[in-house]
């Protein structure tokens, strides 16, 4: 079956902007995660969302970063007022309810800030 | 702090033979291990994990993971290496109770050679 879609797989944006970032997980996958990899760096946790809800955000590095999911299901990743240091490869991963239940991850999007 | 070190930036084996990847950790509490893999443009995938029970656990494409507690080590294992394995390999504890709140180690480029 499908696996997690994340798009786009490519970003280019200038300091300053505003950039969203989307990922649309496993059918059926309650939960919802996003991590950021920065190079050469294992992946960092951002946020979590159990249904529509974000259950834990405290990841996100500032308040610049938002993320939603409307209808428990696609969620989007928004960065507001882009930096520099902003720049790396944005990971979503959705799994079953439990932490019994192993991540499955999208490809990601690599974000580059100029 | 919690936290994950994975020591080896890199391990080079030849083809046929065993491998290990290191893995130390500092969690609270009783752990709960994983590991995942990267290969080459594309996403990171589940490899194995421990919850409770018998300290080795069995995952995909053959590999093994030895969980002990005294020396607060999970290494990743092989008895033969393919070529095809070479890959980054990254250990991730679990932070939280009841949900995916991982903390990846930088990771560990394998290299298998013919």
């Known amino acids: 079956g499908a696996g997690v879609s994340q798009t786009p797989s490519n970003k280019v944006t200038e300091k300053g902007k505003y950039v969203e970032l989307r990922c649309d997980p496993i059918?059926?996958?309650?939960?919802l995660y996003w991590y950021r990899q920065s190079l050469g760096q294992g992946p960092e946790f951002l946020i979590y969302?159990?249904?529509?809800?974000?259950?834990?955000d405290s990841g996100l590095p500032n308040d610049r970063f938002f993320a939603v999911r409307p209808e428990g299901s696609v969620s989007t990743l928004k960065i507001q007022r882009t930096e520099r240091g902003d720049s790396a490869v944005y990971l979503c991963a959705s799994s079953l309810m439990d932490h019994n239940s192993p991540l499955h991850f999208g490809n990601g999007t690599r974000l580059t800030v100029t | 702090a919690q936290s994950v070190a994975q020591p080896e930036d890199q391990v080079n084996v030849a083809e046929g033979n065993p491998l290990t990847v290191k893995c130390t950790y500092s969690?609270?509490?009783?752990?709960?291990l994983f590991w995942y893999v990267q290969y080459p443009n594309r996403g990171l995938q589940f490899l194995l994990k421990?919850?409770?029970?018998?300290?080795l656990v069995k995952g995909s494409y053959g590999f093994e993971a030895e969980f002990n507690k005294s020396q607060t080590s999970f290494h990743l294992k092989k008895p033969s290496a393919l070529v095809s394995d070479s890959a980054l390999y990254f250990c991730a504890p679990l932070l939280s109770g009841g949900y995916n709140k991982l903390i990846f180690g930088a990771g560990t480029r394998l290299a298998v050679h013919p």
């Open positions: 059918s059926g996958h309650t939960a």
């Open positions: 969690v609270s509490g009783n752990p709960y």
């Open positions: 421990y919850i409770t029970g018998d300290n």
């Open positions: 969302f159990q249904g529509t809800g974000a259950a834990d």
